[in-house]
T-cell receptor, first 115, second 112 residues
């Protein structure tokens, strides 16, 4: 079974541009998480979806960030307009709602560089 | 707010040596998780701990849930080159079963 799939793996953009990161969770997983990882702040939870519904978006830095999950197999994280301080690795993770609830399966990440 | 501090921040060891790292919290946790992140990929769960004093092994890895519930330890025995990576501790924060705070990470390099 394929793991969590993220695209693109690398993104370089200029300040002010819109950036869209994509995630396909593991089939059958009901929960989806978006994280941001930086050297300064470590791994931070941005938003959590359960059954395609946003449950907790308190980690979203500001209105420039938005996330959607239109169906169980796809989610996007959008930054508009992007700023240099948004440069980070963005991870998507998924988890089933049964079994060991604390194990999240992370994707390979998208490394975003905003110039 | 809650913080998880890991030490050491980084370590260089010779292949075959044992490794010890720890994670301390400013508050009590009921669960401790240890993840490993290989270069260029996302973290992978290694060990989960659920009870104070619990000692759990996964191959050459052994983790312990501190009896104060404010710390946890991870040991790697007979290190090999593929142990290279960043090791994170994590614990649940807030209510519910979804929100975890991650530690600052211990970066491990193994010299062959």
């Amino acid at each position: 079974d394929a793991g969590v799939i993220q695209s693109p793996r690398h993104e370089v953009t200029e300040m002010g541009q819109e950036v869209t990161l994509r995630c396909k969770p593991i089939s059958g997983h009901n929960s989806l998480f978006w994280y941001r990882q930086t050297m300064m702040r470590g791994l931070e939870l941005l938003i959590y979806f359960n059954n395609n519904v946003p449950i907790d978006d308190s980690g979203m830095p500001e209105d420039r960030f938005s996330a959607k999950m239109p169906n169980a197999s796809f989610s996007t994280l959008k930054i508009q307009p992007s700023e240099p301080r948004d440069s980070a690795v963005y991870f998507c993770a998924s988890r089933p709602d049964r079994g060991r609830l604390d194990e999240q399966f992370f994707g390979p990440g998208t490394r975003l560089t905003v110039l | 707010g809650q913080q998880l501090n890991q030490s050491p921040q980084s370590m260089f060891i010779q292949e075959g040596e044992d490794v010890s790292m720890n994670c301390t919290s400013s508050s009590i946790f009921n669960t401790w998780l240890w993840y490993k992140q290989d270069p260029g990929v996302g973290p992978v769960l290694l060990i989960a701990l659920y009870k104070a004093g619990e000692l759990t092994s996964n191959g050459r890895l052994t983790a312990q849930f501190g009896i104060t519930r404010k710390d946890s330890f991870l040991n790697i025995s007979a290190s090999i080159p593929s142990d290279v990576g960043i090791y994170f501790c994590a614990g649940p924060t807030g209510s519910g079963t979804y929100k975890y705070i991650f530690g600052t990470g211990t970066r491990l390099k193994v010299l062959a």
